[in-house]
């Protein structure tokens, strides 16, 4: 019997042994491994909207944290946060807040169903990515807008809603420039822009002349008059569509949209869109009827 509580009595001093030096050896290794985390980061954090949205650059508001904590980006970066907000980091840090130029997400797409043709009706899932694996989804032009809301849905911030002719608008006080639109859209058709862009191409369609038209009646028919009337260097022809080259946004005025005969380039400003005075009417509010 002695022996067996002996035993015992031995086993219990190994083990407690044993985790007396284990307990040290991690004691170690936590001192000698420790990395030390600026508490400013969680108080950063605390005042960001944790959305996550990427807006910023960053890979989410955890990440955004630590690079403004660290010097590296600027609070006013996060446009979805207040700016009264940014102006509370800024001053927490003892740092500027900085200046971003608000960018919007755009639509290169005016062709609702009262002006753009279907070739064919779409009867399936309402997505456009589902509908643009079936032929292309329906629209004589295929690089139009589907119409069935898939940017829409992605929006986590309600800045996007559907019009009555099947045409995503995006509200530009709401927008934060996540680019969720422009990854979910199956045709590209989404780009963030800076607001002062007010020169805009609302056209992707690379079709030339009368098969571009016959396609959709606001669609750029390659006629050139917006890059002949434009300074040089500010747009150009490529695939039969007007490229405006941003880099060169200074020269832009809105005299390069006065002579487009379909409105497809438009200048967009304080939440209006002005379409030139050559451009056409648009008087239909009905559906077009499919293709022949």
Known sequence: MSETWTGI???GAFMA?????????LSMASRRLYVFEDPRIDAVEDCLPHSNCGACGTAGCRNFAEQVVAGDIVPAKCSVNPPEMNAYIAGMLGVAMGEVEKQVARLACAGGHHVARMRARYEGMKSCRAANVVSGGGKDCA????????????CEFSAIAMNKFGLPVVQTDLCTACGDCVEVCPKSLFSLQKISHKLWMACKSQAEGDIAEAQCAVACNACGKCVADSPPGLMHMDRNLAVIDYTRNDLATVKSIERCPTGAIVWLENEQ???????????RITSLPLAA
């Open 9 to 11: 009595v031995l086993a």
């Open 273 to 283: 869109t002005t379409r030139g005075i050559a451009a056409k009417k648009i008087v």
């Open 17 to 25: 042994a044993l985790g007396g030096v284990l307990a040290w050896f």
């Open 143 to 154: 690089w139009g807008c589907l119409g069935l809301g898939d940017c829409e849905s992605a």
